[in-house]
């Protein structure tokens, strides 16, 4: 680790965070730090370095902030791989477990909630059942290939899920099981920025743009059986839409049908 900081001159001009951190980048650059690799304890990094853990610590926050590094809760700082846009399709109903399996990479979750619980106020009035039934709540952090991508909040009524303890990979595959799988979904899809709780679970800087998606999913008897919020990164996701050709009289005509309904 010491030769990272072979050619640091701390008695050098300007502010020492900045030399440290063009240090730990170039150390990046050269292929002393690989992609990926975890980077040492504060306490390591400030005693190879010969510099204050207030110097390190500031000189990590920035390289976070700019996406060279990332810090994952409950493991440390490492060197960020490069990031490969995911493009999701808006056109099938499918589990983020699917989806991540079907592009070869790795999914698995880290679990922040996952039991029956109340129904909130909002919850019940989207599951369309009296605020504080017993509901299915699942919290979790998503990830592909160990990068941190989604945070994901599902409520479900507990006739449709009443062991919510069995869902460990996709939940769609536990209702599959069951029969209880959604037939069709509608998504709403809005612009966000990440608290800095969000930021810190996906390993981004707080203030960091995501993309929230509520999904509300519906059985073959057009019964609401999952209402999900998921918060993703929009470093990493774009979402594609098909869109078709209608003209303007075929248009006014479907208006005019949906209206004699």
Known sequence: MHTIFENLDVSGEGPLY?????AIAEAVANGKLERGAALPPERDLAEA???SRVT???AIAELTREGLLTRRQGAGTFVARPVERIEQSLKRLSSFTEDMQARGMKPHSQWLE???MPASDDEARRLGIAAG?????LS???FADNMPMAIEHSALPQDVLDAPQEVNGSLYSVLSERGRRPVRAT???SACVLDDHQAELLAVSPGAPALFILRTAFDAEGRVV???GTYYRSDVYDLIAELTFQSVGSAVAYVADQDAV
């Not at 900045?18 to 063009?22: E, S, T, W």
């Not at 039934?133 to 709540?137: E, G, H, L, V």
């Open 18 to 22: 900045r030399r440290l951190k063009a």
């Open 49 to 51: 370095s010969g510099v």
């Open 56 to 58: 390190v610590r500031r």
């Open 114 to 116: 996952r039991g029956l």
């Open 133 to 137: 039934t017993q509901i299915a709540r």
């Open 140 to 142: 979790r952090i998503r």
């Open 187 to 189: 998504e709403r899809i």
């Open 226 to 228: 999952e209402v999900t």
